[in-house]
């Protein structure tokens, strides 16, 4: 079975400051793992994905994640935060040899100016 | 490409009454996602479809619901009769499953509330 967790229901930042969003997976055999960001009545957007190589991905806005296969993690990051920053971020895992993904319960990331 | 395309962008209706959204892949894509949000229980997978073929819907609540894809550009999914607790935001995504970008594209969804 395929399932992710992130621990946070909400994560608070300061305008500028830096930023980490955490995610947790369990999957059997080789993930694939992505981070969606959602704002307020739109659908998810994607961010960025890990599917193989290097373990530090880059994605749009500035984010990064990075893979940690020995703690299972997905950890979303960003060296500064922007107010336009805030929405609802969810972390996700596929396992290679399947279609469907599984979806964290999401992270609301609220950046004060 | 215009994305995945869902309508009607927000529906209300009575209990009881029956109610279809429409979910338009992009071109291309061979597996096709219904995902229902609500505060309470996040966002859940309902079904997929891979190559207009029903693999999985343990997701779907109930026999109330039902999802068809008649054809690789078109799919529904119905509620029969319709519950108020069946209000939520109803997304639909597609995928190119095979290729290297394994990413799922999300249409804007469809806001249902049923009174």
């Known amino acids: 079975a395929q399932s992710v967790a992130q621990p946070e229901d909400q994560v608070n930042v300061a305008e500028g400051n830096p930023l980490t969003v955490k995610c947790t997976y369990s999957?059997?055999?080789?993930?694939?793992l992505f981070w969606y960001v959602q704002y307020p009545n739109r659908g998810l957007q994607f961010l960025l994905k890990y599917i193989t190589g290097d373990n530090l991905v880059k994605g749009s806005y500035g984010f990064e994640a990075e893979f940690n296969k020995s703690q299972t993690s997905f950890h979303l990051k960003k060296p500064s935060a922007l107010v336009s920053d805030s929405a609802l971020y969810f972390c996700a895992v596929r396992a290679t040899h399947l279609n469907d993904m599984r979806f964290g319960a999401g992270t609301r990331l609220t950046v004060k100016p | 490409d215009a994305g995945v395309i869902q309508s009607p962008r927000h529906e209300v209706t009575e209990m009881g009454q029956e109610v279809t959204l429409r979910c338009k892949p992009i071109s291309g894509h061979n597996s096709l996602f219904w995902y229902r949000q609500t505060m309470m229980r996040g966002l859940e997978l309902l079904i997929y479809?891979?190559?207009?073929?029903?693999?999985?819907d343990s997701g779907m609540p109930e026999d109330r619901f039902s999802a068809k894809m008649p054809n690789a550009s078109f799919s529904t999914l119905k509620i029969q009769p319709s519950e108020p607790r069946d209000s939520a935001v109803y997304f639909c995504a597609s995928i190119k499953t095979g290729s290297d970008q394994e990413t799922q594209y999300f249409g804007p969804g469809t806001r249902l509330l049923v009174l």
């Open positions: 999957v059997s055999g080789n993930p694939y």
């Open positions: 479809f891979n190559n207009n073929v029903p693999i999985d």
